[in-house]
T-cell receptor, first 115, second 110 residues
Framework: GAGVSQSPSNKVTEKGKDVELRCDPI?????LYWYRQSLGQGLEFLIY????????KSGLPSDRFSAERTGGSVSTLTIQRTQQEDSAVYLC?????????????FGSGTRLTVV | SQQGEEDPQALSIQEGENATMNCSYK?????LQWYRQNSGRGLVHLIL?????REKHSGRLRVTLDTSKKSSSLLITASRAADTASYFC??????????FGKGTRLSVIA
């Protein structure tokens, strides 16, 4: 596609439920990133996929969070047993090979509200 | 961890004035990037400046980088109401993901 696509745009879930957030990156972008942003705050890094390499999971806040990227394209971020502090906007971005020399293209994000 | 820190946190100016935002960081970098965010959603890449560059221009944007002071500034000239947004700096070090600051919220009043 022309841009990074994220779905759903908004998700309201009950505390304790599991949620899945989807990201479809730009075709040909080998690097994919997940960040989250709490209200009025900066971006917090979660996880990074680069080609076929093992993902960098160093930013995941707890073992309730996991992500996968199938076929080097679409990625799914899963949050199990959601808590109220998980409420945030979850942003996905992708970038070209040689990612450090290029900017990221972000999706519009998924606003997650845990009630 | 937060690498870039923007200053000021918020800025309000009249249309037509220039807006200057600053970013400080702590470790050595490959490049520094500026992004804009409207309405708390996706960020848009504005400009990238490499560690061996000192100044870069793109339209009404001017970015400077001082690696000795570990700081950068973003200047928006002749601001417009449409420039109202949050602006973030982000630093790239090695092959690691970008680290973003908390942003400067710019309001341009018509």
């Amino acid at each position: 596609g022309a841009g990074v696509s994220q779905s759903p745009s908004n998700k309201v879930t009950e505390k304790g439920k599991d949620v899945e957030l989807r990201c479809d990156p730009i075709s040909g972008h080998t690097a994919l990133y997940w960040y989250r942003q709490s209200l009025g705050q900066g971006l917090e890094f979660l996880i990074y996929f680069q080609g076929n390499s093992a993902p960098d999971k160093s930013g995941l806040p707890s073992d309730r969070f996991s992500a996968e990227r199938t076929g080097g394209s679409v990625s799914t971020l899963t949050i199990q047993r959601t808590q109220q502090e998980d409420s945030a906007v979850y942003l996905c971005a992708s970038s070209r090979p040689g990612a450090t020399n290029y900017g990221y293209t972000f999706g519009s994000g998924t606003r997650l509200t845990v009630v | 961890s937060q690498q870039g820190e923007e200053d000021p946190q918020a800025l309000s100016i009249q249309e037509g004035e220039n807006a200057t935002m600053n970013c400080s960081y702590k470790t050595s970098i490959n490049n520094l990037q500026w992004y804009r965010q409207n309405s708390g959603r996706g960020l848009v890449h504005l400009i990238l400046i490499r560690s061996n560059e000192r100044e870069k221009h793109s339209g009404r944007l001017r970015v400077t980088l001082d690696t000795s002071k570990k700081s950068s500034s973003l200047l928006i000239t002749a601001s417009r109401a449409a420039d109202t947004a949050s602006y973030f700096c982000a630093t790239s070090s090695g092959n690691t993901p970008l680290v973003f600051g908390k942003g400067t919220r710019l309001s341009v009043i018509a």
